[in-house]
């Protein structure tokens, strides 16, 4: 079993900045890819950021230059540094975690955390 917990969510003001957290436990062997996803209320889940085991960083067009994402392989965890917030920034931010499992198995996993909130008011 593998849990993604995101943490660092809340209120803040246009043009103020927020750091989410995501940290990744359980039994794993690797993980390759992370990444945050929102989902803004009435719109489907989209890629906010993505982040690959050898720190190959991707992020959509709508955050290039306000956002950035890092990950730290030791703790198995990933961060996205938010600045600049804008009124369209807010949605539930998810975090993703995809590798392989550390049992015999060695399945893959994708997981998912619940989500935090992000409110970005006017």
């Known amino acids: 079993q593998v849990q993604v917990v995101e943490s660092g969510g809340g209120l803040v003001q246009a043009g103020e900045s927020l750091t989410l957290s995501c940290a990744v436990s359980g039994s794993i062997f690797s993980i390759n890819a992370m990444g945050w996803y929102r989902q803004a209320p009435g719109k489907p889940r989209e890629l906010v950021a993505s982040?690959?085991?050898?720190?190959?960083?991707n992020y959509a067009d709508s955050v290039k230059g306000r956002f950035t994402i890092a990950r730290n392989n030791t703790k198995n965890t990933v961060y996205l540094q938010m600045n600049k917030l804008k009124p369209e920034d807010t949605g539930v931010y998810y975090c993703?975690?995809?590798?392989?499992?550390?049992?015999?198995?060695?399945?893959?996993?994708?997981?998912w955390g619940q989500g935090t909130q992000v409110t970005v008011s006017a």
């Open positions: 982040i690959t085991s050898g720190s190959r960083e």
């Open positions: 993703n975690a995809g590798g392989y499992s550390g049992d015999y198995s060695r399945r893959t996993f994708n997981s």
